[in-house]
């Protein structure tokens, strides 16, 4: 089970801004509500203090037990003698496929890895910093099914993932253009992984992740990426940050090694996560479950450092707890919240980036519980400090479905997150002294020189929320949230223009991905 499925059952090549809504009325309205299509906001340089729920003592018992955890009871890398064979040189004790670690050997062995680096887009305005005080939202990733813009649930098709990529291009508050933003059924398996990432290379020139469901298709990603921004550059740059599921409880299987190596050792990221649904797959505990998490985390990502030291690899962790009557996911309660919380602190101690969160639901259409469900995911994972968010926009149903809808309310929110990120204006501008003794007593600030001279930008103004009177709501049709995101989401995939991507670049994409193709049979398993 791991987010490369449903969870309910389990730059530097140079290019130009892309453009989407034009100048004038519309991008002065846009810039008032935090953005629009073409008008991007860079990752979020947080400037609030993060929130811990762990103190010393509890931060000491947790490393404590992982770490007996990882002696004890060891960590099961199945059907990889190489990775067997380098734990074991690197002093580890190996009985048949577990490991079990020496107290302190993971952690040494991961004083290589960078706290944080630069992942870098085709067009470098786009590039993003992952760690530090960084935040950098990406979209959802995994479902095998959508919800549409007609309303209807069905299968996923590649045509839906170029969607997605167009509409988290024109997000000015998504960061990073993601990975699997719906699975294309309509595709064969085995090939469908070369039109996802053409998609992200072609429709956006943001970041993006690479595929880890097979390594040859990871080492096709990283033979694309080189494609765009040459062998040299790759070599010694990251341009993919890429998910790599535990199989938790305490496993990591073929699957997700094979692709963790490949990604390693071309010098590209790994995301290591533990992928919980508490109660099933770790204790019911929010402190057994940390345990768990964190001597897992140590066992993978110690791993990349045996094959390549230096190469990054980020503290992940997808935490959700269930429904102890139909074991069922839930999401939006407050045990995952502390979860998250804690193990960006275990992070930070481990000196790694952090993944957790998003704008997590189990509602299976975008109303009033997916709206609360995702919110309180979503204001745990940046008061966390989550460096790298996958989820942030268009998850629905526990993960079974992208919902467009649900995709641009998502991004409404996360523009939302990321002013209130920006913290207290504390400059002479935010004291606003000279409005205060230019009103004095008794009037009101709306005509003085201050208002009018911030009235743009003092507010966040929401592009789905109406605040207008009720006959006026009236009188426009008596729209709800989902159908205002409807309309926008439409508008928004009818003005798309692509991003400049270099001719010689793109036949040489085309070229490799037919090659690829003719190469094997279709399988759809």
């Not at 692509?498 to 190469?519: M, N, Q, T, W, Y």
Request: with cysteine.
């Amino acid at each position: 089970m791991s987010e490369n499925a449903a969870v309910d059952h389990e730059a530097a090549a140079g290019g130009r801004r892309g453009r989407g809504a034009s100048g004038g009325a519309a991008a002065r309205r846009a810039a008032r509500s935090g953005g629009g299509p073409g008008i991007q906001q860079t990752y979020i340089n947080r400037k609030i203090k993060v929130y811990e729920v762990l103190d010393e003592e509890g931060l000491a018992l947790i490393e404590k037990n992982a770490d007996t955890v990882l002696e004890e009871i060891g960590i099961e890398f199945r059907d990889d003698a190489e990775a067997l064979a380098l734990f074991k040189q690197a002093g580890a004790d190996i009985k048949g496929e577990r490991v079990h670690f020496p107290r302190g050997l993971p952690r040494s062995l991961l004083k290589t890895a960078p706290s944080l680096y630069t992942q870098h887009a085709r067009n470098a305005d786009r590039s993003v910093q992952i760690g530090g005080n960084a935040t950098v939202f990406a979209p959802v990733y995994g479902p095998p099914f959508v919800r549409d813009l007609d309303g209807k649930r069905r299968y996923a098709t590649i045509e839906d993932f170029r969607n997605f990529v167009k509409l988290a291009y024109m997000a000015p508050s998504i960061h990073h253009s993601g990975g699997t933003v719906c699975e294309p059924v309509d595709v064969p398996v085995n090939k469908r992984h070369l039109d996802m990432v053409y998609s992200h290379i072609k429709y956006s020139d943001k970041p993006f992740m690479g595929s880890v469901t097979a390594p040859e298709r990871a080492e096709d990603t990283v033979a694309m990426a080189k494609i765009v921004f040459g062998d040299d550059f790759v070599d010694n740059n990251t341009v993919l940050t890429s998910l790599i599921n535990a199989n938790s409880p305490m496993v990591f299987d073929e699957t997700m090694l094979g692709a963790l190596k490949v990604y390693a050792r071309n010098n590209q990221a790994c995301i290591v996560t533990p992928f919980i649904l508490a109660g099933a797959m770790s204790p019911v505990t929010v402190a057994g479950t940390l345990t768990q998490v964190l001597a897992e985390v140590l066992a993978g990502a110690s791993l990349t450092q045996l094959i390549r030291p230096g190469a990054p690899v980020l503290f992940g962790t997808f935490a959700s707890s269930i429904s102890m009557q139909s074991g069922a996911p839930t999401f939006g309660t407050p045990e995952p919240s502390l979860v998250s919380y804690g193990a960006a602190q275990l992070a930070r101690r481990l000196g790694l980036p952090f993944r957790t969160g998003g704008s997590l639901c189990a509602s299976k259409v975008p109303d009033a519980q997916a709206a609360y469900e995702s919110a309180n995911t979503l204001n745990s994972t940046l008061l966390a400090g989550t460096n790298f968010v996958l989820h942030s926009a268009g998850w629905l149903e526990g993960g079974l479905a992208s919902c467009y809808e649900k995709f641009m309310m998502d991004i409404d929110q996360l523009g939302m997150s990321q002013k209130f990120a920006e913290g207290v204006d504390l400059s002479e501008n935010g004291q606003a002294m000279d409005a205060i003794r230019q009103v004095g007593p008794g009037s009101h600030y709306l005509g003085c020189d201050h208002t009018q001279a911030n009235f743009q930008t003092a507010f966040y103004r929401s592009s789905i929320a109406d605040n207008n009177s009720y006959e006026q709501w009236l009188a426009e049709g008596e729209k709800t949230a989902p159908q205002r995101a409807n309309e926008l989401a439409r508008r928004w995939l009818e003005s798309y223009e692509a991003p400049h991507l270099d001719p010689g670049i793109d036949d040489g994409l085309k070229d490799f991905i037919a090659r690829k193709k003719e190469s094997m049979p279709d399988a759809f398993t």
